[in-house]
């Protein structure tokens, strides 16, 4: 069968791969982007709401979770925010700032598509879509060059680099596949054990019974995924965001970003009331100590429902000094172990996967086999939500794009 030949080929037609493509391509490399759905980046147009969360102002190392922390520094400094918003700009696509630093498009995330498709176009890359990959494989010493033999639907494919930005496994019905873990495994690299990111928690049976009837309410809280016992050398951090109760558990930004760190039977936990005294005025003279009292206090700080359902599940009440104490502090610590994440199904991303202490931090070449390179979601680096996962996926391709 007829072997076609490239410099580069780029397997995953999603932000990474379109974005380390390019790059390569203006580089004067013959680049082959290839994918197995039917249209690029289409994980891209459903994220942010369909407006795409593009990047993070404040993006830093100390926002992304991977068990080397410094792994990220090097390809975050090479693509700043900065350069991000250079190129949607040079695109004139209009973009706003949503909240702590998170930077959306004005219309549609399409324009972030269009923005990679027009890049690919300028610097030549050959993209195919709808191209399944069987194999791909190094050659044997004995055969000619160059290194890499990829084997797809479309034929055989040869290449000096090859670039795996497959991403990771949630939402399967995006076109997910294992395929960057199982490639990475056959070419000898250690992984971390892929898990649910960015997900809503689910809980437990009794948790369930006594709150998934207020599904849909929503209020802000500060989390944490608290570590049970002191085996956890690092305080997970806290997040001020909203808290949306959901008809199986709980939902929202503050639960999400928890949701990342939290580990199986541990609790996370939840402040009411932030940085608030709420009961102050129960103790105030002549206050009336009672359960109506209670709720009226409650509402300051939440939904009425919310602050009814509070009242009614409180162990005792009891109106002493020292019984309200108690109660204050109950609900700047709402602690719950959740049964269970929503899984890859409902995840944001994955975290965990391709072992960092195996790739080249400058460039993302691995060190088992050079012309190997692995970008994006595939490796073991997971942001924050908030525009920091894809602000990884342009830098770790910028890196491997240069490089390859
Ligand atoms: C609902 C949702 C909303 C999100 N919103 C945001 C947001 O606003 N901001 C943010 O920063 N992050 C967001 N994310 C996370 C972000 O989308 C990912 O981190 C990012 O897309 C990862 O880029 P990637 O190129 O590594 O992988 P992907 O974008 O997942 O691309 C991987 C590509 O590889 C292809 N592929 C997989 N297997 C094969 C195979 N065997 N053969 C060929 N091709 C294959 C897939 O079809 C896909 O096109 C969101 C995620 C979800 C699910």
Redesign the pocket.
């Known amino acids: 069968m007829n072997v076609r030949y490239y410099d580069v080929i780029v ?7 379109m974005m380390c493509a390019f790059e390569a391509g203006r580089r004067g490399r013959r680049v082959l982007l ?4 039917e249209r ?5 147009l ?3 709401g369909g407006r ?3 990047t993070n102002l404040h993006t830093r190392a100390e926002n992304f979770l991977s068990a080397n922390p410094h792994f990220a520094k090097s390809a975050l400094a090479r693509f700043t925010p900065a350069d991000m918003i250079a190129l949607v700009e040079k695109h004139g696509i209009r973009y706003h700032e949503k909240t702590l630093g998170q930077l959306f498009c004005d219309d549609s995330a399409q324009r972030i598509v269009t923005l990679l498709e027009r890049e690919c176009g300028e610097a030549g890359v050959e993209t195919r879509c709808g ?3 069987i194999k791909a494989r190094q050659k044997n010493a004995a055969e000619a060059a160059p290194k890499f033999i990829v084997e797809t639907s479309a034929g055989d494919f040869a290449a000096e680099s090859v670039v795996i ?4 496994l ?2 399967p019905k ?4 294992s ?2 873990y199982e490639l990475a495994q056959q070419f000898g690299h250690t992984l971390i054990e892929p898990r649910a990111a960015l997900a809503p928690l689910v809980f437990a049976p009794e948790d369930r019974e006594r709150w998934c009837d207020l599904s849909g309410v929503s209020f802000e809280v500060v989390a944490r995924a608290e570590a049970k016992g002191k085996t956890r050398t690092k305080v997970a951090p806290e997040f001020r965001e909203k808290l949306l109760i959901t008809h199986r558990g709980v939902s929202g930004p503050a639960v999400l970003q928890v949701s990342s760190y939290w580990k199986p039977g541990e609790p996370v936990r939840f402040d009411l009331a932030p940085g608030r005294e709420v009961l102050g005025s129960l103790l105030e003279k002549n206050a009336r100590r009672d359960a109506a009292n209670l709720v009226a206090a409650l509402r300051a700080i939440l939904p009425s429902r919310m602050a009814e359902r509070w009242a009614t599940t409180q162990p005792t009440l009891d109106w002493t000094n020292a019984g309200i104490a108690r109660m204050e502090a109950a609900l700047h610590a709402w602690t719950l172990v959740p049964a269970g994440t929503e899984g890859f199904a409902k ?3 994955t975290a965990g996967g391709i072992d960092t202490a195996e790739l080249d931090a400058r460039t993302m070449e691995s060190r088992r086999v050079p012309g190997l390179y692995f ?4 490796v073991d680096v997971t ?1 924050w939500l ?8 342009w830098a770790s391709a910028v890196s491997a794009g240069q490089a390859v």
Do not use: P
């Open positions: 397997l995953g037609a999603g932000a990474a791969g290839l994918d197995h759905g690029v980046g289409r994980k891209i459903i994220s942010g795409c969360n593009f191209v399944k990959v930005a497959t991403g990771g949630s939402i995006m076109g997910a596949t395929f960057g995840a944001e991303v970008i994006g979601e595939v942001g908030g525009g920091y996962n894809f602000q990884w996926a």
